[in-house]
């Protein structure tokens, strides 16, 4: 519940930026090349804070970085209603971006560590679900307030991403350490008192079956893996690329397509996902 209550807020996060954008670009009359780096703020962040936060939750522990993810949501979200110009905007993105990276280096791991094998494939494919429920909400949300009206409701659909990220930081708080990480880092006692706590009290984890090799991005590349390596990169670049370059800027597409509402028709697309 966790674990998929943070990829609801990073879909949503990144969601709420299409209709955002779409009303905050006449009003503080940015030019194109501001608007490509604001609505590609958080994935230029999230590119970076994965490669950073998977490297240091291997080494502090996934708890912490769990539980400071929510934190920098809420915290980031808030602070998107004082903005007074573009570059504070990207700033704040950029950093809710490196958070939402933080949040995909450990809420998978973390997620995986504890569950056992038969249950571990199905509920690690329903993470990818949920985020899409996030990024729709998004869109329902950004529509609803934008009917509202008002000078500065684009602030405020922004700073919506706060109000999911408070109620899953409130379930957060109090979350055990992953039990796999502990073993690894010889913390034994520790790690079989959460699988008694959490999975079963005859339940043990198997040290055999940790491991406590390192293992260096090179890994990637080498004979063996380079094959599945660029097909696994390749996919994702094959669909992140045409999703976030037409759903980032979907009213202005629809508008420039001379389609009525182009607010209404962009909930209308999202909620095909």
């Given at each position: 519940?966790?674990?998929?209550?943070?990829?609801?807020?990073?879909g949503?996060?990144?969601?709420?930026?299409?209709?955002?954008?779409?009303?905050?670009?006449?009003?503080?009359?940015?030019?194109?090349?501001?608007?490509?780096?604001?609505?590609?703020?958080?994935?230029?962040?999230?590119?970076?804070?994965?490669?950073?936060?998977?490297?240091?939750?291997?080494?502090?522990?996934?708890r912490k970085?769990?539980?400071?993810?929510?934190?920098?949501?809420?915290?980031?979200?808030?602070?998107q209603?004082?903005?007074?110009?573009?570059?504070?905007?990207?700033?704040?993105?950029l950093?809710?971006?490196?958070?939402?990276?933080?949040e995909y280096?450990?809420?998978?791991?973390?997620?995986?560590?504890?569950?056992?094998?038969?249950?571990?494939?199905?509920?690690?494919?329903?993470l990818n679900?949920?985020?899409?429920?996030?990024?729709?909400?998004?869109?329902?949300?950004?529509y609803?307030?934008?009917?509202?009206?008002?000078?500065?409701?684009?602030?405020?659909?922004?700073?919506?991403?706060?109000?999911?990220?408070v109620?899953?930081?409130?379930?957060?708080?109090?979350?055990?350490?992953?039990?796999?990480?502990?073993?690894?880092?010889?913390?034994?006692?520790?790690?079989?008192?959460?699988?008694?706590?959490?999975?079963?009290?005859?339940?043990?984890?198997?040290?055999?079956?940790?491991?406590?090799?390192?293992?260096?991005?090179?890994?990637?590349f080498?004979?063996?893996?380079?094959?599945?390596?660029?097909?696994?990169?390749?996919?994702?670049?094959?669909?992140?690329?045409?999703?976030?370059?037409?759903?980032?800027?979907?009213?202005q597409?629809?508008?420039?397509?001379?389609?009525?509402?182009?607010?209404?028709?962009?909930?209308?697309?999202?909620?095909?996902?």
């Amino acid at each position: 519940l966790v674990t998929t209550g943070g990829e609801f807020c990073d879909g949503y996060i990144i969601g709420v930026i299409g209709i955002a954008l779409a009303l905050l670009t006449p009003q503080m009359q940015i030019n194109a090349l501001w608007q490509g780096l604001i609505g590609s703020s958080a994935l230029i962040g999230i590119f970076i804070g994965s490669l950073i936060f998977g490297w240091v939750s291997d080494r502090i522990g996934r708890r912490k970085i769990f539980t400071l993810t929510l934190w920098f949501f809420v915290l980031a979200s808030i602070l998107q209603l004082f903005v007074t110009n573009e570059s504070q905007l990207f700033i704040l993105r950029l950093a809710l971006g490196l958070s939402i990276g933080a949040e995909y280096a450990v809420g998978l791991p973390l997620l995986a560590e504890f569950l056992p094998k038969k249950r571990r494939g199905s509920l690690l494919a329903s993470l990818n679900a949920v985020w899409t429920v996030g990024y729709v909400a998004a869109i329902c949300v950004g529509y609803i307030l934008q009917t509202i009206g008002g000078e500065d409701i684009w602030k405020w659909i922004l700073a919506s991403s706060a109000v999911p990220a408070v109620i899953v930081l409130l379930f957060r708080i109090g979350m055990p350490e992953s039990p796999r990480w502990l073993m690894k880092h010889g913390r034994k006692e520790e790690a079989q008192e959460i699988v008694a706590k959490y999975v079963g009290e005859n339940v043990i984890i198997e040290e055999e079956s940790i491991g406590n090799s390192r293992v260096s991005y090179k890994e990637l590349f080498k004979k063996g893996m380079l094959k599945t390596t660029l097909f696994g990169g390749l996919f994702w670049f094959c669909q992140v690329l045409p999703f976030f370059s037409i759903s980032t800027f979907q009213p202005q597409i629809l508008q420039g397509l001379n389609i009525s509402n182009e607010f209404a028709g962009t909930l209308f697309l999202n909620l095909f996902q």
